[in-house]
Nanobody, 131 residues
């Protein structure tokens, strides 16, 4: 059973930065398609950014392009989400997700997770952007 643990959330002022981390124990994330999703009160969970086996294979929602960067470190078995120029609209609970190899494309995972055959979720970490 894959268990994902997120960290790095918190409260930051508009224009500030945060770096989220997602790691797994006992299971290597090598080959998994990884992603970050967020859910604010009311709206449905939305895909923020997803990454394949290489840093060249990434997807970003239009709302975060140019501000967020997803990356992975195989040695640390960790996926990161660097969030810069944060805005109040970025306030949400951020969830890490993992899809086993060969089940989903990067774009499909981020845009239509409800159709992915198998997806693991972390418990979420709160990000609050407020002055």
């Amino acid at each position: 059973q894959l268990q994902l643990v997120e960290s790095g959330g918190g409260t930051v002022q508009p224009g500030g930065s945060l770096r989220l981390s997602c790691t797994a124990s006992r299971v290597t994330l090598d080959g998994y398609t990884m992603g970050w999703f967020r859910q604010a009160p009311g709206p449905e969970r939305e895909g923020v950014s997803c990454i394949g086996s290489s840093d060249a294979n990434t997807y970003y929602d239009d709302s975060v392009k140019g501000r967020f960067t997803i990356s992975r470190d195989l040695a640390e078995n960790t996926v990161f989400l660097q969030m810069d120029s944060l805005q109040a609209e970025d306030t949400a609970i951020y969830y890490c997700a993992a899809v086993p190899p060969r089940i989903s494309s990067v774009r499909a995972m981020c845009t239509s997770p409800e159709f992915v055959e198998l997806i693991y979720w972390g418990q979420g970490t709160q990000v609050t952007v407020s002055s």
